[in-house]
């Protein structure tokens, strides 16, 4: 699932896939916006992302998307 971070004072947003589904994404987020910690992910490729939680300006989860298999997108 792709997720979107924009950060306070930042021109650009941080893009990433990860393989945690929607729920598990916005407990983390919360739990980072409530404690004041950072925010810590892995994406699919095993980088981390690290913001710290007082700069976030919004996080964007998308849509879970369903992988089609075969030749014709209807």
Excluded: H
Excluded at 35 to 41: I, P, T
Aim: proline share 1%.
């Amino acid at each position: 699932m792709e997720v979107k971070i924009g950060i306070q004072n930042v021109g650009r947003e941080i893009v990433f896939e990860s393989a945690l589904d929607a729920d598990a994404v916005a407990k983390i987020v919360g739990e980072a916006i409530s404690k004041g910690s950072d925010l810590r992910f892995t994406d699919e490729k095993g980088r981390q992302i690290i913001v710290p939680g007082n700069a976030l300006g919004y996080v964007e989860i998308g849509a879970e998307e369903v992988r089609r298999v075969g030749f014709g997108a209807l």
